[in-house]
C-alpha cells in the first residue's frame, strides 16, 4: 500500500497536480469564504433562506470534514484530472491552480448544493 501511495504521488508531482488533499485542516471561516468567492455557482436560495451560508454556520466541523474525507475516496480513486473535469462539466471554467488549491473546500461546497437541491425538490 505505501508502494502504491508513493507511485502516486509521485506520479501526481509528475504532471504537476500535486495538491495535499488535507481534510484536518478545514475551517468554516475558509469554507466560507471560498463560498462567498464562488456564490454565484453554489448558491441554494428558496423563500429568502441562503442554504448554504446556514448550512456552513450550522454544521459541526467534523461533519464538514467528514465530507472532505469522503471527497478524498473521489481523489484518490479517480485522480485530480477528474475532479477538475467533473467540476468543469457541473459548473464550467475554473482555473485550474485556483481548483487545486481550494479543492476540499470546492468539494465540500458541491456536495453541499448537490445535497441540498435534492432534499427542495
Known sequence: MKKYIFSLAL???????????????IT??????????????FRVKKDNIDYISNIISRTKIETLRQICINNWNNYNN??????????????????????????????????????IQKRLN
Request: charged content about 20%; overall charge negative.
Open 11 to 25: 506520479a501526481i508531482s509528475i504532471n504537476g497536480y500535486c495538491q495535499e488533499f488535507n481534510c484536518t485542516d
Open 28 to 41: 468554516r471561516f475558509k469554507l466560507y469564504n471560498i463560498y462567498q468567492q464562488n456564490e454565484g455557482i
Open 78 to 115: 479517480y485522480g485530480i484530472q477528474y475532479m477538475f473535469e467533473r467540476y468543469i462539466r457541473n459548473y464550467g471554467y475554473i482555473d485550474k491552480n485556483y481548483y487545486i488549491e481550494n479543492i476540499q473546500y470546492l468539494e465540500i461546497l458541491s456536495y453541499l448544493k448537490f445535497s
